[in-house]
């Protein structure tokens, strides 16, 4: 796991690759994540299980692996006072349809528990703005995870 830390904050440069089964790429998506969780001051379950059910579907990784990779980017989000690190990785090998889709996670993320707090909304905010994804497309993402939520709640 240091390994995995060391590298994430390591320069990317030449390094730079477009596999989505990269574990730095992993880790910067899960630690995202888990940041939004923490965001308001604790995390709840349905936080911590939509994490694991998005890495499982963005990565197609088993139940194990999400467990683990949720475990590591709590550690990681708790260790790392800030965004950039992460928000480069993705920044970096994200299209820009995934690195919307990445702003629709964090959406799912912040309105799993039931209510958005003032600072979960900001974290997206600020995580589009370093992902290169306009607010325009933020509100959109942001309301089709609503509709989602509201579709399963309705069935």
């Given at each position: 796991m240091i390994s995995r830390l060391k590298t994430l904050f390591r320069a990317t440069g030449a390094s730079q690759k477009d596999d989505h089964d990269d574990a730095e790429l992993h880790l910067a998506a899960a630690a995202?994540?888990?940041e939004e969780a923490l965001?308001?001051?604790h995390v709840d379950e349905s936080e911590l299980e939509t994490?694991?059910?998005?890495l499982m579907d963005q990565?197609?990784?088993t139940v194990e692996e999400a467990a683990e990779l949720v475990a590591e980017g709590c550690r990681a989000a708790e260790k790392s006072g800030q965004l950039y690190a992460f928000t480069r990785v993705i920044k970096d090998r994200f299209s820009q349809a995934e690195r919307v889709r990445m702003i629709e996670m964090l959406w799912q993320v912040a309105l799993a528990d039931g209510e958005?707090?003032?600072?979960?909304?900001?974290?997206v905010r600020r995580v589009a703005g370093l992902?290169?994804?306009a607010d325009r497309e933020s509100g959109l993402a942001r309301k089709r995870v609503a509709r989602r939520l509201?579709?399963?709640a309705d069935a």
């Open positions: 995202l994540l888990a965001m308001d001051g994490i694991a059910a998005l990565f197609t990784i958005v707090h003032y600072f979960e909304s900001n974290m992902l290169y994804v509201e579709e399963i």
